[in-house]
């Protein structure tokens, strides 16, 4: 039972553009989200949360919106460089358990 | 400061063989955690360790057992590999409670024949 899910295996985006990564969740015991940036051969490196009290959250080029009543949450890098090619991971967890339960990645290239 | 740091970076086992993947962190956290990553499926939670003393099962916590050697230091064991286990295992270490961010290691890559 796939309680986050990312289904998009893949997104390509030309550079300049903004790109979007969604993620859809079953259990509506989250109640903090997290968005992370993995390249090849390195362990993932967070990039942005939002609390489920908040419907949207900016960090720079990167904003996370969450949508509570639709189980969705997406994040949009704006505008998209090469360098943020990359697996984008989102994972939820609830307050209190440390179990964090992570999407299966979407795999972001930007196109130079 | 190095953060979170695994060894070994690869390993190849056989069947029934049994190993420890190491794990440490230098920023003072609580929470440790491992997780592996296999094809389509996401980083699955494999057991974590809440506060020095304490540890608890994930969602994939069959074949393997953890050890919260001291605060710094978070070792998984297989005791009788399987196939099934080859996979990319990464340690993760955060400040105790909930809403904090994780800090990943660079991962152990191990192949199980």
């Known amino acids: 039972d796939q309680q986050v899910k990312q289904n998009s295996p893949s997104l390509s985006v030309q550079e300049g553009r903004i790109s979007i990564l969604n993620c859809d969740y079953t259990n509506s015991m989250f109640d903090y989200f997290l968005w992370y940036k993995k390249y090849p051969a390195e362990g993932p490196t967070f990039l942005i949360s939002?609390?489920?009290?908040?419907d949207k959250n900016e960090d720079g080029r990167f904003t996370v919106f969450l949508n509570k009543s639709a189980k969705h949450l997406s994040l949009h890098i704006v505008p998209s460089q090469p360098g943020d090619s990359a697996v984008y991971f989102c994972a939820a967890t609830t307050s209190g358990t440390y179990k964090y339960i992570f999407g299966t990645g979407t795999r972001l290239k930007v196109l130079a | 400061n190095a953060g979170v740091t695994q060894t070994p970076k690869f390993q190849v086992l056989k069947t029934g063989q049994s190993m420890t993947l190491q794990c440490a962190q230098d920023m003072n956290h609580n929470s440790m955690y491992w997780y592996r990553q296999d094809p389509g499926m996401g980083l699955r939670l494999i057991y974590y360790s809440a506060s020095e003393g304490t540890t608890d099962k994930g969602e994939v916590p069959n074949g393997y057992n953890v050890s919260r050697l001291n605060k710094r230091e978070f070792s998984l064991r297989l005791e009788s590999a399987a196939p099934s286990q080859t996979s990319v295992y990464f340690c993760a270490s955060s400040e105790q409670g909930s809403y904090n961010e994780q800090f990943f290691g660079p991962g152990t890559r191990l192949t199980v024949l």
């Open positions: 939002i609390s489920s009290i908040k």
